[in-house]
């Protein structure tokens, strides 16, 4: 993990590999690249010229460009990054912390190989200093735990070398002794070494990381920060009639689990309960995918990953808030064993459900998990799964659906969710689409109407929440596995999203500004 540090030291004099400043784009057709705060004694050094010799080199203050230049003379730094930030703000406002994080995440991936950079990017408040810490420490993520040539000889003759991620971030113009600045950076550090943990889950292969496996690294990190564990395995999960789970990892040889982390606090007057679908390798099932779809499906328990990662960092930040995780874990595989279609499922709720589809398994393991959540009789329940193409399909590969039984609660999450930069969209449950999952059979079908099929999946797992508990659903389909060139602080592979969602919902809910 990169290290990072505040510092007050000047740019000029700071020893590092480089200096970070920011560039944007002037208002207006005709007003030119325009230095960032922070910059000035980089710019100074440069005889006040550093915006006219970067457009020299064609630099425009884009957001994501990046522009690497010698340092002057005098730096004990040899090279100057620039780094643009997109439009200058409007007068009497200052760039957005997405806007930072986004810049400080590009320039940590910038300088990967680095031992040390600085950055003098604008700061004008401790959330300031956070959102550069949390993009530095996001966007400096890799995940090389299977190149096992990149540090030999033979990988260096063959090309093959690795280079590693930025070793440390001092980040300039924060204030080393101010307890706001401090518990800014520490919060944005506790965040992102979780969600990093969340991606590497992510991006780990199915070979390794089958629900027995997850459970045991679940089960570690409890011991490590004081949350206490419960791991319900296949005897249990018979026991306790989660036909759901069950039916979903009936066709592997990996048998399923049901994990339960509790952090709890004394001063806590809230109880949320997070829910995440768990499938660490989705085949398809019976309903077997076709080719070409099967090859990221490692990354169908993003969900699990989000919610075990913000339990996690709830306890790591010691809110004052009861936080309860549910990780609904199983592989979905094709055998003589495995659920078939025309299969009726018996819930943990006592519901019966005729399986239409073994791919839409992910509903079933989730609806167990959050029948089994409801006992407890949380304040409010968010369930967070790759659920469906369909949301995919609507709102793109970067942005992930939200649906609930409460409106309000739902636009809260959607105003959370934008707060910390995790683009999302309120999405509606229509009534009229439930009796598309009418079964002659059984009490539920697990597929219905196929236009609206995102939403068709909320209202199967509505069906399931407890009487008078607020609900929502997180489809994270679309961003939860970024297949692209990196942008920002979001690299190829897992991303981890939907942490800093449950997070921020975690802190707002600790501070009584939810209900």
Same mark, same amino acid.
């Not at 064609?58 to 690497?68: H, L, Q, R």
């Not at 190989?113 to 700061?123: D, H, R």
């Not at 699990?304 to 790591?316: C, L, M, P, S, Y």
């Given at each position: 993990m990169t290290a990072l540090t505040l510092s007050t030291a000047a740019a000029t004099g700071l020893r590092a590999d480089a200096i970070v400043v920011g560039v944007a784009k002037g208002a207006g057709s005709k007003g030119g690249l325009v230095v960032a705060p922070g910059a000035e004694a980089v710019d100074k050094a440069?005889?006040?010229?550093?915006?006219?010799?970067?457009?020299?080199?064609?630099?425009?203050?884009?957001?994501?460009?990046?522009?690497?230049?010698?340092?002057?003379?005098?730096?004990?730094?040899?090279?100057?990054?620039?780094?643009?930030?997109?439009?200058?703000?409007?007068?009497?406002?200052?760039?957005?912390?997405?806007?930072?994080?986004?810049?400080?995440?590009?320039?940590?991936?910038?300088?990967?190989?680095?031992?040390?950079?600085?950055? =003098?990017?604008?700061?004008?408040?401790?959330?300031?200093?956070?959102? &550069? @810490? +949390?993009? #530095? *420490? /996001? $966007?400096?993520?890799?995940?090389?735990?299977?190149?096992?040539?990149?540090?030999?000889? =033979?990988?260096?003759?063959?090309?093959?070398?690795?280079?590693?991620? &930025? @070793? +440390?971030? #001092? *980040? /300039? $113009?924060g204030k080393p002794r101010d307890k706001a600045y401090k518990a800014a950076v520490e919060r944005a550090v506790a965040v992102a070494e979780e969600l990093n943990r969340a991606r590497d889950l992510v991006n780990t292969p199915p070979n390794d990381l089958n629900p027995e496996a997850f459970a045991a690294v679940a089960q570690a990190a409890a011991k490590e920060h004081g949350i206490k564990v419960q791991v319900l395995d296949e005897k249990a999960l018979t026991k306790g009639g989660f036909g759901g789970i069950l039916g979903v990892g009936a066709g592997s040889e990996a048998p399923p689990r049901l994990v339960k982390l509790s952090y709890t606090s004394s001063k806590a007057k809230k109880h949320l309960?997070?829910?995440?679908?768990?499938?660490?390798?989705?085949?398809?099932?019976?309903?077997?995918?076709?080719?070409?779809?099967?090859?990221?499906?490692?990354?169908?328990?993003?969900?699990?990953?989000?919610?075990?990662?913000?339990?996690?960092?709830?306890?790591?930040?010691?809110?004052?808030?009861?936080?309860?995780?549910w990780l609904a874990l199983a592989e979905n595989m094709p055998s003589g064993s495995a659920t078939r279609p025309g299969d009726v499922l018996r819930m943990y709720s006592g519901k019966t459900v005729e399986v239409l589809n073994t791919d839409a398994e992910g509903r079933l393991v989730l609806a167990d998990a959050i029948a089994k959540a409801s006992e407890d009789q949380p304040d409010a329940i968010v369930d967070v799964a790759t659920l469906t193409g369909a949301m995919m399909m609507a709102l793109g590969n970067r942005t992930f659906g939200i649906m609930a039984n409460d409106d309000a609660f739902r636009t809260s999450i959607h105003e959370i969710a934008e707060e910390v930069g995790e683009p999302s969209w309120p999405m509606p449950l229509p009534s009229d689409l439930r009796k598309g999952m009418d079964s002659p059979t059984a009490d539920i079908a697990n597929m219905g109407e196929r236009m609206g099929g995102g939403l068709v999946a909320g209202l199967f797992l509505k069906e399931f929440v407890g009487e008078g508990i607020t609900w929502a659903h997180l489809d994270i389909a679309g961003p939860a596995f970024h297949e692209g060139a990196p942008f920002g602080y979001t690299p190829k592979g897992g991303t981890g999203s939907a942490v800093r969602t449950l997070v921020r919902l975690a802190e707002h809910t600790a501070s009584g500004d939810l209900g």
């Open positions: 440069y005889d006040g010229k550093l915006a006219s010799v970067l457009e020299t080199l064609g630099a425009s203050g884009g957001e994501g460009e990046v522009t690497k230049l010698p340092a002057p003379s005098g730096f004990k730094a040899p090279v100057v990054v620039a780094v643009g930030l997109g439009e200058v703000p409007e007068k009497d406002e200052t760039y957005g912390t997405d806007a930072l994080r986004r810049a400080a995440g590009v320039a940590a991936r910038a300088l990967t190989g680095s031992k040390k950079a600085a950055f =003098a990017l604008p700061v004008e408040a401790a959330e300031d200093a956070g959102a &550069l @810490a +949390e993009g #530095a *420490l /996001l $966007g400096a993520y890799a995940f090389d735990a299977y190149k096992g040539m990149a540090d030999t000889k =033979a990988a260096k003759k063959n090309g093959k070398d690795t280079k590693a991620p &930025l @070793a +440390e971030v #001092a *980040l /300039l $113009g309960a997070f829910v995440g679908k768990g499938i660490t390798y989705d085949s398809g099932g019976i309903s077997l995918k076709p080719a070409g779809h099967n090859e990221t499906m490692k990354c169908d328990m993003a969900g699990a990953a989000a919610v075990f990662a913000a339990v996690v960092a709830a306890a790591r930040l010691g809110l004052e808030v009861n936080v309860t995780g």
